[in-house]
């Protein structure tokens, strides 16, 4: 079984918190899954790597933003791989590029195009949890390209459909989809399921827990995926097709 899992920024805030997403990764590993895990940038570390450039040139270029932005998914995975190793796991990391995941030209909004590398699969193979860098890849030129906010949700689906991943979970701060906030609204609903159509919807609305482009790839790929919390371990919230959730 091969398993894509995805980790938000607030899921590798802080030490106790890399420690917890790399027992859930390596509970998965233990179980006998391949486990390909992708990061997201620490907490607010985007933010705080968007305010630095600003106060040193607030009309930098796209391309130099896109090849500052992605040192921030390389802190995180390095971490994670440090405390997978501390638990006993043998991982490897991989940056966009290194991963294959090739892009358009369009600095800070690319669009993934396909896996042009086999570098995961042969490292699977040779027995290691791969941890990608989310929300980046490349392009013709050879460049880092950056997809956007909340683009490491779609770096997990688009893996999950080159590489015909059984499972994609996608990690966040709350255990599921809400009919609204349930960090302001105490009576809010969770979906046990959502078609595409209407996690669309939802995003289109404000929805933040999952990025639309993602969900995009996900139907035309005929990826489930599941929003679940890193934290509660509880069951989430399935994203699939009419047809899926009759299986």
Not at 39 to 44: E, F, L, N, Y
Not at 113 to 136: A, P, Y
Request: proline share 2%; net charge negative; with cysteine.
């Amino acid at each position: 079984m091969l398993i894509v899992q995805k980790f938000g920024g607030t899921s590798v805030a802080n030490r106790e918190r890399i420690f917890a997403v790399a027992r859930l990764i390596a509970q998965a590993a233990k179980m006998g899954a391949q486990v390909v895990a992708v990061v997201s940038a620490q907490g607010d570390m985007t933010d705080e790597l968007i305010e630095r450039a600003i106060a040193i040139n607030p009309r930098a270029s796209a391309r130099e933003m896109d090849a500052y932005l992605a040192t921030g998914e390389q802190m995180s995975v390095g971490l994670l791989a440090m405390a997978l190793e501390k638990l006993g796991y043998s991982a490897v990391t991989l940056t966009g590029w290194q991963a294959g995941l090739e892009t358009d030209s369009v600095y800070g909004n690319a669009r993934i195009l396909r896996l042009g590398s086999d570098r995961i699969v042969r490292e699977l193979e040779g027995g290691k949890i791969v941890l990608v860098t989310g929300f980046q890849g490349w392009n013709e030129a050879g460049d880092i390209t950056t997809l956007g906010r909340g683009g490491s949700d779609t770096t997990a689906v688009a893996l999950a459909a080159f590489l015909h991943a059984d499972l994609c979970k996608i990690y966040t701060d709350v255990d599921g989809v809400y009919d609204c906030d349930p960090r302001n609204n105490p009576n809010a609903m969770k979906f046990d399921w959502l078609s595409y159509e209407k996690m669309r919807r939802l995003i289109a609305g404000g929805a933040q827990v999952l990025h639309d482009r993602s969900v995009e790839m996900a139907q035309q790929h005929g990826i489930a995926i599941e929003v679940l919390s890193s934290f509660t371990g509880n069951p989430g919230t399935i994203v699939c097709s009419e047809t899926r959730r009759g299986d």
